[in-house]
């Protein structure tokens, strides 16, 4: 069955910086556009970015533009979320998520989570 | 930004009872009918119920079903079994940015 298993998350000081990753199995990896989707602790979900399944193509949200990268590993099945200059209100669980077919920003699929916090 | 306002915040209901979730957008959601709900229990992911406002995703119940099209979506719950009591969300991604409704807890009476 498909899984989706994310690592890399903890705690770190404003202004550093963290990366994340996905390990994914179950599936052929390089189909899917995969996803990144946080939801700060008690509040709603928000996308953050996605890269196409050839990695070819990225896009984000205007919140992490320009500090925050995805990017992908298809000999690997792993997605990653390399994050700069982390701000408090990064602070949230992150998931990374299978698109169901292409890149249409369905979320099919999801990790469990892994919290980010950042903080002094 | 497509604004999606979900209502009501809390539905309390009891097991066997109908739900019916509302969604509203704050322009038409671009193809009409390009939204999907979402089941979030506590300290778990997100689980895809409903995409393309009314199609159910794999093995999802068919107490479960979604219509709607253009501002106005509803997610329907014919009768509630223990385990739907939860939060639901639903999402627009036929304009860019993707975007999230505030969700509705669905909790037992």
């Known amino acids: 069955q498909v899984q989706l298993v994310e690592s890399g998350g903890g705690v770190v000081q404003p202004g550093r910086s963290l990366r994340l990753s996905c390990a994914a199995s179950?599936?052929?990896?390089?189909?899917?556009?995969m996803h990144w989707v946080r939801q700060a602790l008690g509040k709603g979900l928000e996308w953050v970015a996605v890269?196409?399944?050839?990695?070819?193509?990225?896009f984000y949200a205007d919140s992490v533009k320009g500090r925050f990268t995805v990017s992908r590993d298809n000999s690997k099945n792993t997605l990653y979320l390399q994050m700069n200059s982390l701000r408090a209100e990064d602070t949230a669980v992150y998931y990374c998520?299978?698109?169901?077919?292409?890149?249409?920003?369905?979320?099919?699929?999801w990790g469990q989570g892994n919290l980010v916090t950042v903080s002094s | 930004e497509i604004v999606l306002t979900q209502s009501p915040g809390t539905l309390s209901l009891s097991p066997g009872e109908r739900a019916t979730l509302s969604c509203r957008a704050s322009?038409?959601?671009?193809?009409?009918?390009?939204l999907a709900w979402y089941q979030q229990k506590p300290g778990q992911a997100p689980r895809l119920l409903i995409y393309?406002?009314?199609s159910r995703a794999t093995g999802i119940p068919d107490r479960f079903s979604g219509s709607g099209s253009g501002t106005d979506f509803t997610l329907t719950i014919s009768r509630l079994e223990p385990e739907d009591f939860a939060l639901y969300y639903c999402?627009?991604?036929?304009?860019?940015?993707?975007?999230f409704g505030q969700g509705t807890k669905v909790e037992i009476k």
């Open positions: 393309d406002a009314s």
């Open positions: 322009q038409s959601v671009s193809s009409s009918s390009s």
């Open positions: 890269v196409s399944n050839d990695g070819s193509n990225k």
């Open positions: 999402q627009q991604y036929g304009s860019s940015p993707r975007t």
């Open positions: 179950g599936f052929t990896f390089s189909s899917y556009g």
């Open positions: 998520a299978r698109d169901s077919r292409g890149y249409t920003y369905i979320f099919d699929h």
